[in-house]
Antibody, heavy 124, light 107 residues
Framework: QLQLRESGPGLVKPSETLSLACTVS??????????WAWVRQPPGKGPEWIGT???????NYNPFLQSRVTISVDTSKNQFFLSVTSVTAADTAIYYC????????????????WGQGTRVTVSS | EIVLTQSPDTLSLSPGERATLSCRAS??????LAWYQQRPGQAPRLLIW???NRATGVPARFSGSGSETDFILTVSSLEPEDSAVYYC?????????FGGGTKVEIK
């Protein structure tokens, strides 16, 4: 069964870089069937898509975050990563790693399943 | 950016009642909308994709309808475990966006 688990520091100082990892189990992250993404949810608000890693290695980012975000992958460890530079209090959120919905051989820009999430607070 | 507006903010109903949640898009998104359920302390869970398709394992009491700019999520007969916040999300534009959510409270 496919599972995703986020890991990383729970506290980051303003202006520093937030770095998270997502460990995927149950499937190979390099499979051509799957797209992977990061979504965050600030306290009391709805989710916000951060960016997607496609099977080709191409990435696509939320235009509001694009200048500060990088998603990368390490297929040998079956992990993908999120980096957000120059963080501020507005980056405080629960960060989820997710897989895009797959129906047969088709991939959709919806998210299923989700990891359990990791809470990140930006504070000095 | 496509803005999704959900209403009402909160719905308070008794077990067995019917819940009707609305999601309105700022422009035509065809049927390219999903609904998620988020129970307290949990990650969101996909319920409905492309407006009316139930995701794997979702009970039949959940149904979705609508197209273009107006969408509805219906829970035909509420169960206590349906207490949650429900979000809509569009995939019409590559900048994927979510609504602000509707909280469903079970009396």
């Amino acid at each position: 069964q496919l599972q995703l688990r986020e890991s990383g520091p729970g506290l980051v100082k303003p202006s520093e870089t937030l770095s998270l990892a997502c460990t995927v189990s149950g499937v190979s992250i390099s499979s051509t069937h799957y797209y992977w993404a990061w979504v965050r949810q600030p306290p009391g608000k709805g989710p916000e898509w951060i960016g997607t890693l496609y099977d080709s290695g191409r990435t696509n980012y939320n235009p509001f975050l694009q200048s500060r975000v990088t998603i990368s992958v390490d297929t040998s460890k079956n992990q993908f990563f999120l980096s957000v530079t120059s963080v501020t209090a507005a980056d405080t959120a629960i960060y989820y790693c997710v897989k895009h919905l797959t129906i047969g051989a088709s991939r959709y820009n919806f998210f299923d399943p989700w990891g359990q999430g990791t809470r990140v607070t930006v504070s000095s | 950016e496509i803005v999704l507006t959900q209403s009402p903010d909160t719905l308070s109903l008794s077990p067995g009642e019917r819940a009707t949640l609305s999601c309105r898009a700022s422009q035509n998104i065809s049927i390219l909308l999903a609904w998620y359920q988020q129970r307290p302390g949990q990650a969101p869970r996909l319920l409905i994709w492309d407006a009316s398709n139930r995701a794997t394992g979702v009970p039949a009491r959940f149904s979705g309808s609508g197209s273009e700019t107006d969408f509805i999520l219906t829970v035909s007969s509420l169960e206590p475990e349906d207490s949650a916040v429900y979000y809509c999300q569009q995939r019409r534009d590559w900048h994927l966006t979510f609504g602000g959510g509707t909280k469903v409270e079970i009396k």
